[in-house]
């Protein structure tokens, strides 16, 4: 009985995780007459041009946050696991005063630094850029990242680095073949971190974008509520193929992900 009760629930818990699913892509095939008639079960004929329209609309949207997800983790990670290896291997002059800051700079909330960041950004003219916007979204990144990845390469054994430098490895190539491969599962784990929040970045590219065809995907669907306030069907379709890309990532990524966020417990 009790594992009956236990199984039971865990399909109640996935029944209602599926749910927004499940309503996204029956209202998708809708018109307006049977969405307000029927919402809740399928109805005939199915209308597949809400799919194509909305693809004709969100397509552009999910290539900008591609690009923008994509290029601010690899500026994320590029510039992170570097400062890691410095920080966490060597004393740097007022190192404990940066590391302070640091630290001040991960309580403060995001939208606190929005219009010095946007006074910034139209003095440096990355205003309305998608590389602009990829730039500012991996500094934000840095933060945390620096913060995760210092304390793993401090924990690690100074005889690797030891043996590598009586190699003759350098400081870059102590990164690539020690600090990398002893990291790489919570590198992984915050590729996709970074990764996610890239994509669903909202509040400052709506500030800072202008050009619709510029817009990345949230705020795509934001400007789309506008657009097809009265078109449900159309735009559920551009709902369920927003989530798409993340489904597929996690798909795939899951395992390093869960390993990444292990491995942080275990060093803890």
Not at 46 to 67: K, Q, R
Not at 106 to 125: D, H
Not at 206 to 233: H, M, N, S, T
Request: proline content about 6%.
């Amino acid at each position: 009985m009790a594992r009956l009760l236990k199984h039971g629930y865990l399909w109640l818990m996935l029944a209602l995780v599926y749910l927004p699913f499940y309503v996204m892509l029956i209202i998708s095939f809708k018109d307006n007459k049977q969405f307000y008639n029927h919402p809740w079960v399928p109805t005939f004929p199915l209308h597949w041009e809400n799919w194509a329209e909305a693809w004709d609309t969100v397509g552009v949207f999910i290539a900008n946050s591609v690009f923008l997800a994509v290029t601010a983790t690899l500026v994320t990670l590029l510039v992170a696991v570097p400062a890691a290896y410095v920080f966490g291997r060597y004393r740097v002059p007022f190192g404990g005063i940066f590391w302070a800051g640091l630290i001040i700079l991960m309580l403060m909330p995001g939208v606190a630094n929005l219009i010095p960041l946007f006074n910034l950004m139209r003095r440096l003219s990355l205003l309305n850029s998608l590389m602009g916007l990829a730039v500012v979204t991996a500094a934000g990144g840095q933060v945390f990242c620096l913060f995760v990845l210092r304390n793993f390469v401090e924990d690690m054994p100074k005889e690797f680095f030891e043996c590598a430098r009586i190699d003759g490895a350098s400081h870059l190539q102590q990164v690539i073949h020690v600090v990398i491969p002893q990291c790489g599962g919570i590198i992984s784990a915050l590729a996709i971190m970074n990764f996610v929040g890239a994509w669903n970045s909202f509040i400052l590219p709506l500030i800072v974008i202008r050009d619709p065809e510029k817009l990345p995907l949230a705020v795509g669907l934001f400007r789309l509520q506008g657009a097809y306030v009265k078109q449900w069907g159309p735009l559920m379709a551009a709902y369920f193929i927003s989530a798409i890309p993340l489904v597929i990532l996690f798909a795939f990524t899951m395992r390093l992900f869960i390993r990444g966020i292990s491995e942080g417990a275990i060093k803890g």
